[in-house]
């Protein structure tokens, strides 16, 4: 059983371009987060899904910032005319629950770098 | 609101010495707590989680955690570090009977062993 596979591991966009982060999650889990390191710091929520549906959108920016996790294929994040304040480590996880006493599991992240 | 402080940003010890990593949790309800690994460049991997059903905690690589309520903490320890412990360490809080999902990350602590 594979675990969380997050590409591309390392991304670099100049500024103005599209950033797209993919997740797949572990098999048999329908739950996927999406998470923003920033250097130095903790991670920060960012959005909630489950198939087809945003739970809580409530940690992402407003503008440029979308998600998504259609019924076949990874779950997509998506960040439009990246600045280079959206350099970070961005990481999934999966769960095959909402159940808040379930561990996620975590993938290796997108380091993401804007130039 | 529920919220997480880790007390120490950064840690040293001498291999072979014991580790306290220090977490402290604010939570209206029975919390649901864990603590997870970053080495890096890597994602996450969980220790061990609280689920109420132990105060004391057992997790990988010899770490444990208790759960103490009355002083609001979960800290995490280990008898004797051992050089590959040198990593990121972070205390995680689920919200619990909140109806979202915003994983609240202590800014983590940094470990750090020493020959």
């Known amino acids: 059983n594979a675990g969380v596979m997050q590409n591309p591991r390392h991304l670099v966009r100049r500024r103005g371009q599209e950033a797209r982060l993919r997740c797949s999650p572990m098999?048999?889990?329908?739950?996927v987060y999406w998470y923003r390191q920033l250097p130095e710091e903790g991670l920060k929520f960012m959005v909630y899904l489950q198939k087809e549906n945003i739970i809580d959108e409530s940690g992402m920016p407003k503008e440029r910032f979308s998600a998504e996790f259609p019924k076949e294929g990874p779950s997509i994040l998506r960040i439009q005319q990246v600045v280079r304040g959206d350099s970070a480590a961005y990481f999934c996880?999966?769960?095959?629950?909402?159940?808040?006493?379930?561990?996620?599991?975590f993938g290796q992240g997108t380091r993401l770098t804007v130039v | 609101a529920q919220s997480v402080t880790q007390l120490d940003s950064h840690v040293s010890v001498s291999e072979g010495t014991p580790v306290l990593l220090r977490c402290n949790y604010s939570s209206s309800y029975s919390p649901s707590l864990f603590w997870y690994v970053q080495h890096p460049n890597k994602g996450l991997q969980l220790l061990l989680k609280y689920t109420s059903a132990a105060t004391l905690v057992k997790g990988i690589n010899g770490f444990e955690a208790e759960f103490k309520k009355s002083e609001t903490s979960f800290h995490l320890t280990k008898p004797s570090a051992h050089m590959s412990d040198a990593a990121e360490y972070f205390c995680?809080?689920?919200?619990?009977?909140?109806?979202?999902?915003?994983?609240?990350f202590g800014a983590g602590t940094r470990l750090f062993v020493k020959a």
């Open positions: 995680v809080v689920n919200p619990v009977n909140t109806g979202g999902f915003k994983t609240i």
């Open positions: 996880a999966s769960s095959p629950t909402s159940d808040p006493y379930t561990e996620a599991f």
């Open positions: 098999k048999g889990h329908s739950h």
